[in-house]
């Protein structure tokens, strides 16, 4: 099972006055053709790739607030304001199972609650993920959960791992992806770290287009690098640079 492509179907589109078709990478948008089993989005704050990513999981069948087809909470919160751009998009896949799993940070509390009263921590370490510290919680559901082959979308993993924890989610991708060839990897990211993953494919959203780049050619590469390189020099030009205050 392979994601293949992501296509925007302009005919289906109503009105490109209306969020999310007035965001420029998600206006410009055409093919995206996916080659590698583990792809990146990458792009700072507002550039569109959460927006797209939560709009692929949406049109997979994923809750819109994380987990999978058949295990997903909705609540009043959730958003619909990509609901216009799922139903433009076609999803080619070579066989699309329904297998797979949702995971967004920002509704991770959820999912975990909903696990705790469903009583099926059993099926994510055997132990409640809320009591569990944010990171460990995280982890625990990518080493249990995500042993079996399927389409698995991350929206900023990062969020709640240390930079030692991303390293050993890298490996947790790496033996994932050795040990099932019907596994394959979606996310959204500002690490450092984790775009280093050998072979990924990377796309970039700034500059108002989505387009494929080289590890080192990212913003959070090149300005991480910068920074650890020379961080009084980077400091003394960042605070020089803040305006004064009137």
């Given at each position: 099972?392979?994601?293949?492509?992501?296509?925007?179907?302009?005919?289906?589109?109503?009105?490109?006055?209306?969020?999310?078709?007035?965001?420029?990478?998600?206006?410009?948008?055409?093919?995206?053709?996916?080659?590698?089993?583990?792809?990146?989005?990458?792009?700072?704050?507002?550039?569109?790739?959460?927006?797209?990513?939560?709009?692929?999981?949406?049109?997979?069948?994923?809750?819109?607030?994380?987990?999978?087809?058949?295990?997903?909470?909705?609540?009043?919160?959730?958003?619909?304001?990509?609901?216009?751009?799922?139903?433009?998009?076609?999803?080619?896949?070579?066989?699309?199972t329904g297998q797979g799993f949702y995971l967004r940070a920002e509704s991770f509390f959820n999912v975990a609650t909903l696990v705790d009263q469903l009583g099926i921590q059993d099926g994510y370490g055997g132990r409640s993920l809320h009591e569990q510290s944010?990171?460990?919680?995280?982890?625990?559901?990518?080493?249990?959960?995500?042993?079996?082959?399927?389409?698995?979308?991350?929206?900023?993993?990062?969020?709640?791992?240390?930079?030692?924890?991303?390293?050993?989610?890298?490996?947790?991708?790496?033996?994932?992806?050795?040990?099932?060839?019907?596994?394959?990897?979606?996310?959204?990211?500002?690490?450092?770290?984790?775009?280093?993953?050998?072979?990924?494919?990377?796309?970039?959203?700034?500059?108002?287009?989505?387009?494929?780049?080289?590890?080192?050619?990212?913003?959070?590469?090149?300005?991480?690098?910068?920074?650890?390189?020379?961080?009084?020099?980077?400091?003394?030009?960042?605070?020089?640079?803040?305006?004064?205050?009137?």
């Amino acid at each position: 099972m392979r994601l293949r492509s992501v296509r925007l179907l302009h005919e289906r589109i109503n009105d490109w006055n209306t969020y999310p078709f007035t965001v420029p990478t998600i206006r410009t948008l055409e093919t995206l053709e996916i080659r590698s089993r583990i792809c990146f989005f990458v792009g700072e704050n507002g550039s569109g790739k959460s927006t797209l990513l939560e709009a692929i999981a949406d049109n997979y069948g994923f809750g819109r607030e994380g987990g999978s087809r058949n295990f997903y909470q909705t609540t009043s919160s959730s958003s619909e304001s990509t609901a216009p751009l799922s139903k433009a998009l076609r999803i080619s896949f070579t066989t699309r199972t329904g297998q797979g799993f949702y995971l967004r940070a920002e509704s991770f509390f959820n999912v975990a609650t909903l696990v705790d009263q469903l009583g099926i921590q059993d099926g994510y370490g055997g132990r409640s993920l809320h009591e569990q510290s944010h990171g460990e919680s995280f982890l625990s559901l990518l080493e249990n959960r995500f042993r079996r082959k399927g389409f698995y979308v991350l929206d900023e993993p990062e969020a709640a791992l240390s930079p030692q924890r991303q390293l050993s989610m890298l490996a947790l991708l790496h033996s994932r992806l050795e040990a099932n060839d019907d596994i394959q990897f979606l996310i959204a990211s500002h690490s450092p770290i984790l775009l280093a993953y050998p072979g990924a494919q990377i796309f970039s959203f700034d500059d108002g287009t989505i387009h494929e780049i080289g590890y080192k050619e990212t913003s959070p590469y090149q300005v991480v690098s910068r920074f650890l390189a020379r961080p009084e020099v980077f400091l003394n030009e960042l605070f020089n640079e803040r305006p004064e205050r009137e």
